[in-house]
């Protein structure tokens, strides 16, 4: 583990690394870790909701039209970003109370799925297949990457931007090749260099854009929806 590794590695862990000796020692480091991650992530959120407020807004708007519509969400990732589609498809799909449940998948659930084609074919092939197969004009596609440099992410956007689905990714730190495509209508970037800040920062994002959505969605049923000010 390089030095660089290691301070990161005691910053994010300090009980692990502390002197155990003094317990009042690292009771404190332990609480000024805490207080700092919490105003990390707090500071963050801030900076999205300001810089991407008025496009969650028109994303949102996007989304309800779609869904008024019949359409479907399809949500992917990779490693903890898959839970994170997972949990967003749920989020849709099974809210809580009341809530109005709404159609959507997560394209990592069928593991039967997923190891087929990546044995048969390649990993990065693993989204877009899907799309290819369920995915219909009027469809939403979600991808959530903290690099956002996932090669299938890239390819699952290009082929649902070619068979007409609204498409919306999620990434962290500068966006990577998710910022350079064409084939994303939205795209909503949490610059961190800390992967746990930015997966934070995102679920709270999509939470934001699922309310919004569901907002938004009696007036389009109605046929009383307006163009939200971009």
Sequence with gaps: MSAMAGEEME?????????????????????????????EIADLRRGVLERDGVQLTSCAWDMAVRFARGGRLLAFGNGVSSTDAQDLAGLFLSPAGDARPLPAFGLTNDIAVVTALSDDIGFDVVFARQIGAFGRAGDIAVGLSTSGNSPNLLRAFDEAARRGLLTVGIAGYDGGRMAEVDSIDYLFVVPSASVHRVQEAQTTLYHALWELTLAELPAHEAGQSHVPTH
Excluded: H, I, M
């Design 11 to 39: 910053s994010l862990y300090p009980l692990r690394y502390a002197d155990g000796t003094d317990l009042d020692a690292v009771l404190a480091e332990v609480r000024q870790s805490t207080v700092r991650k919490a105003n």
